[in-house]
C-alpha cells in the first residue's frame, strides 16, 4: 500500500456534528476480499461478487490515471471551472470558510456531484473500458449506464461519518434492477481514515428500513455490535458492491486525506420508478418500527 496523503495543516474545526459510537464500526477483518487487477476478474469472481455483495480490485487503474483524476478533482474544487458549483463543505467548516485559503478549504470539502460533464479526467475514469466491461458483466450481462457521479473526499480530523446504508435505498429504481456501485480510492483509503466498511453477503437480505437520522440510514441499532470487513485500499484500487449491500464509512480520525470516486451503474434504459414506491421498501411507514 502506498504512503498516506497527509494534509495542509488546516485550522482546528469544532467538530460539533454527532460523532458516531466506535461500535458501529468494528471490523473483523480488514481483509475485504480482493484480486489484483481487472483482467483477474473471471467466473469465480463474479460468483464471489453475487454471493458476498462485494468485491475489491487492488491494482484497477495505473498511477498516471489516479493522478489526472486527483488533479481533475482538484481543479474542479480550486473554483479553475466557474461553470462547476457541485461542491458541498463540510458542515462544521461552513462558518470559517471565507477565512481559510484556497489551500486549506481542499479540506473543508465532503462531497462534489456531477462532474463527468465538467472534467474530461473524471469522465473518463468513470468510462474506462475495463471498468465498464466488468459493470458489464456484474449487472447481468446488460449495457451499463452510469447515472451518478460523486466525490467523497472525508477531509482530515474533519471527515463525518457515512452512517450505514444501503445505496438502493437512495435510487427511485425498482426493485431488483441490478445497481452496482463503484467506490475509487485516490489516496490511501485505511481503517483509520474512513475506507470502506461492508456487511458480506446481506445483500441478500433485501431492502433494510432507513431512517433520517444523522443521514438517510439503517437504525444504529440494527448495526450496534454487527462485525464488518473492512477495503482498505491502495490510490487507484476499487471497489465494486451491490446497491443492496449494507456499508458505512466512520469518521476520519486520522491527519491524512481521504480522496475517493463514487460512481453508480444500471442496466442502460431502466425505467425508473417513483420515491413512493421505494419508499415502500426502504421507509419506515407503516412497518411498526423505530429507531
Ligand atoms: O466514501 C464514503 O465515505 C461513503 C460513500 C458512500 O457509501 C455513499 O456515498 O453512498
Request: charged letters at 20%.
Amino acid at each position: 500500500m502506498s504512503t498516506a496523503t497527509p494534509a495542509t495543516p488546516a485550522p482546528e474545526f469544532d467538530l460539533g456534528a454527532e460523532l458516531h459510537a466506535p461500535e458501529l464500526y468494528q471490523p473483523v477483518s480488514d481483509t475485504a476480499h480482493s484480486v489484483a487487477t481487472f483482467d483477474d476478474i473471471g467466473p469465480r469472481e463474479i460468483a464471489f461478487y453475487r454471493e458476498h455483495g462485494y468485491l475489491a480490485v487492488r491494482e484497477a487503474f495505473t498511477p498516471a490515471e489516479v493522478s489526472a483524476a486527483l488533479a481533475g478533482l482538484v481543479d474542479l474544487i480550486m473554483g479553475k471551472n466557474p461553470a462547476f458549483n457541485g461542491i458541498t463543505f463540510e458542515a462544521a467548516a461552513k462558518t470559517i470558510l471565507p477565512t481559510l485559503s484556497a489551500e486549506q478549504r481542499q479540506d473543508a470539502v465532503r462531497k462534489a456531484w456531477h462532474f463527468v460533464n465538467f472534467e474530461p479526467r473524471l469522465k473518463a475514469i468513470s468510462h474506462h473500458a475495463k471498468l465498464l466491461a466488468v459493470a458489464k458483466k456484474l449487472i447481468g450481462d446488460k449495457e451499463p449506464e452510469m447515472f451518478q457521479d460523486m466525490a467523497l473526499v472525508k477531509p482530515p480530523r474533519l471527515g463525518r461519518e457515512k452512517p450505514w446504508h444501503q445505496d438502493h435505498a437512495y435510487f427511485d429504481y425498482p426493485l431488483g434492477t441490478p445497481v452496482l456501485g463503484v467506490w475509487i480510492a485516490l489516496d490511501a483509503a485505511t481503517i483509520e481514515n474512513g475506507c470502506m466498511q461492508l456487511l458480506p453477503g446481506r445483500h441478500r437480505e433485501g431492502p433494510i428500513t432507513h431512517f433520517q437520522r444523522r443521514d438517510w440510514q439503517i437504525c444504529d441499532n440494527v448495526i450496534m455490535g454487527t462485525k464488518s470487513v473492512a477495503a482498505p485500499l491502495p490510490p487507484g484500487g476499487l471497489l465494486l458492491f451491490d446497491g443492496l449491500l449494507p456499508h458505512g464509512t466512520p469518521h476520519n480520525s486520522s491527519a491524512n486525506r481521504r480522496r475517493a470516486l463514487q460512481f453508480h451503474y444500471a442496466p442502460a434504459g431502466i425505467t425508473k420508478t417513483t420515491a413512493e414506491e421505494r419508499m415502500k421498501h426502504f421507509g419506515s411507514e407503516g412497518k411498526n418500527v423505530t429507531c
